[in-house]
C-alpha cells in the first residue's frame, strides 16, 4: 500500500490510498479538483479511484463529495446513520453500507468506532497481506476495546488537533467551542494523540502522520516535539514523524 494525505485541517480533508486492488479515498472535504491536482502531482490518475471511505458527514470531510459523484460514481462506503444523514444532502446509488469490517478480495478494512459530535463517525483500518495502516481523526477519545485493534501497525494516520494551553488562551474561540473541542465529542490534544500512539506503536510501526491540525490553536513543532517527548519518556521510537497540512500533500508513504 502506499498512501497520502492529500489534505488534513478544519478547511477540508481527504487521504489516497493505492492498494493491489486499486485505489481509493478516505474523505473528499475537498473540491475535486484539489484531488485531481494533488493526484496529477504524484502521477495517479483520479479516474481510477474505485470507492471512497467516509469517516463522518462534517462538511470538512463531505463537501466535494456531491461533484466526485457526478464525475466519476465510485463506490462509497459508509454505514447506515451517515448513509441517512448524505441522502438528504445529495442521491447516492452506489454505495456499500459497512459494519464492523469489510474485505475487498485482498483488502481487509476494519470499521473503528471514533466518538464525535455527530450522529455516527468512524475511523479505519486497512490492512493488505502484511501491510497495514491506521486512520483516526475527529474523536474526543480512543475507546480502549480498540486499543488492540489498532497496536503495532505499519502506519498510523493520527488526530493531533491542538494544543491545550493555546486552545485555552485564543481570545477568539468562546467558551462554549473551548470546551466542544476539549470534550470526550470533540478532537484529540497533542497529549492525547501522543499518549495514544506511546501505547499503540510496535516494532512494526513505520511512520506516523500528524493530522487535522488547528490552524490557531497548534503549530507542526508543538505537536511533533509533544509526541517526541511522550514517545521517549515511554521508551517508544519512530524515526519518521510527518504532519499533514491543510492545503499540502504529503510524500507517498509505503506500507
Known amino acids: 500500500m502506499k498512501i497520502s494525505v492529500l489534505a488534513s485541517g478544519s478547511k477540508g480533508n481527504s ?3 493505492k492498494t493491489d486492488i486499486g485505489s481509493f479515498l478516505i474523505d473528499i472535504g475537498t473540491t475535486c479538483n484539489y484531488v485531481d491536482k494533488q493526484l496529477q502531482s ?3 490518475d483520479i479516474g481510477d479511484i474505485k470507492g471512497i471511505f467516509i469517516t463522518h458527514t462534517h462538511a470538512d470531510h463531505i463537501n466535494g463529495l456531491k461533484v466526485f459523484i457526478k464525475k466519476y460514481n465510485p463506490i462509497i462506503y459508509l454505514t447506515q ?3 441517512n444523514e448524505i441522502s438528504c444532502l445529495m442521491k447516492i446509488s452506489n454505495y456499500n453500507i459497512i459494519g464492523k469490517s469489510i ?3 485482498d483488502l481487509m478494512v476494519t470499521v473503528i468506532k471514533t466518538s464525535h459530535d455527530t450522529d455516527d463517525s468512524v475511523g479505519y483500518i486497512f490492512e493488505e497481506k502484511e501491510h497495514s495502516f491506521v486512520y483516526i481523526t ?3 477519545y480512543i475507546n480502549i476495546k480498540n486499543h488492540n485493534k489498532v497496536f503495532n501497525k505499519n502506519l498510523y494516520v493520527l488526530e493531533s488537533n491542538h494544543d491545550v494551553q493555546m486552545l485555552m488562551d485564543n481570545p477568539k474561540y468562546p467558551y462554549h467551542l ?3 473541542i476539549l470534550g470526550d465529542k470533540g478532537h484529540l490534544s497533542n497529549k492525547d494523540s501522543a499518549y ?3 501505547k499503540f506503536i510496535g516494532n512494526n510501526t513505520k511512520t506516523i502522520i500528524l493530522a487535522h491540525l488547528s490552524e490557531h490553536n497548534n ?3 508543538i505537536a511533533i516535539d509533544t509526541l517526541k517527548r511522550t514517545l521517549v519518556d515511554n521508551d517508544k521510537k519512530c524515526d519518521n514523524i510527518i504532519v499533514a497540512e491543510q492545503n499540502n500533500r504529503t510524500e507517498f508513504v509505503e506500507v
Open 42 to 44: 504524484l502521477n495517479e
Open 219 to 221: 503549530t507542526k513543532e
Open 15 to 17: 487521504c489516497y490510498i
Open 138 to 140: 475527529d474523536t474526543g
Open 103 to 105: 474485505e475487498l478480495e
Open 81 to 83: 446513520k451517515m448513509y
Open 196 to 198: 495514544y500512539l506511546s
Open 178 to 180: 473551548k470546551q466542544r
